[in-house]
């Protein structure tokens, strides 16, 4: 699975910007074949999973926080949705255009800066699309607050992130900083002629409580939080055995921006 982000490489204030961000160089060198990893194949079933789920009708406005190359994004649309994908890498929303059906728009974007205001009813962030990438201090808690104004009061979110328990106990070829609660390795990514390039991959982890705590204080009423796997969305409770935790949550009415 691809996640990351370099906490250690990185001076404050660096890639705050929509110019710049680690990951568009790793997607640049990718293009379509990051459609070729495994964990990209269930995309169909996630989607299942949310749209039930949440209770999602045709006709909701879905915003995709991190939609890399549109794959539930435009899988929303063929269903009768209205999604707006935002991602900070051009080459992914390239490809999420070229293959978009009626209903589904892409653009650049940072999730640290979402423009969006009370404009969409369901948030979409999974994959580590954005929360999870952004290890620095305070940066995904400022993804959560820009996905909160986006969405209506009462909209509704699903948020995918990394399994710390399962990090610590499975990911053994990755040195896991128990401070910072982010899990690093070395690996590979090729492209569609096959070329490698080499990586440092970063992934913030997280428990069900921190992911409770954070969302709560951005303005979400979580309503549950599973155990799942890639392709394999399904209702579990939290457990050590998963590589991702769903969250799926709701935009508090009683939240008010700038309480924080
Ligand atoms: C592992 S991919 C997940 C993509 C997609 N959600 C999926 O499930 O296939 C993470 C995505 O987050 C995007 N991303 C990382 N940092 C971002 C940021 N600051 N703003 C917007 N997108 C970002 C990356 O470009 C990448 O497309």
Known sequence: MLHGETPGH???????????????KMATHMGAAYLRYSFTK????????????????????????????????????????????????????????SKAPLGATFERMDA?????????????????????LMTA????????????????????????AFNAYFSVKYHTDAEFDANLGVSHEKTEVRNTSGTPL???????????????????LAGFEVQEVLSVDPGSYKEAPPSLESSEFLVIAFASPSHREGSL
Request: aromatic share 8%.
């Open 112 to 132: 640290r800066k979402l423009t969006f205001e009370d404009e969409f009813d369901v948030a979409i962030c999974l994959c580590q699309g954005a929360f999870g």
């Open 198 to 216: 080499e990586v440092d991959l970063w992934t913030g982890c997280y428990t069900p409580r921190e992911l409770r705590l954070m969302l709560d």
């Open 137 to 160: 201090q305070g940066e995904d808690a400022l993804v959560l607050r820009g996905i909160r104004k986006a969405l209506r009061s009462e909209g509704k979110l699903a948020l995918s």
């Open 42 to 97: 269930g995309t169909k079933q996630e989607v299942d999973f949310i749209v039930d789920r949440l209770g999602l009708k045709p006709g909701m406005r879905i915003l995709d926080i991190g939609c890399g190359p549109g794959r539930h994004a435009n899988e929303l649309a063929t269903r009768g949705f209205l999604v707006h994908g935002i991602d900070i890498s051009e080459s992914f929303v390239e490809i999420a255009k």
């Open 10 to 24: 990185r001076q404050k204030g660096d890639m705050t910007s929509a110019d710049s961000h680690w990951f568009e």
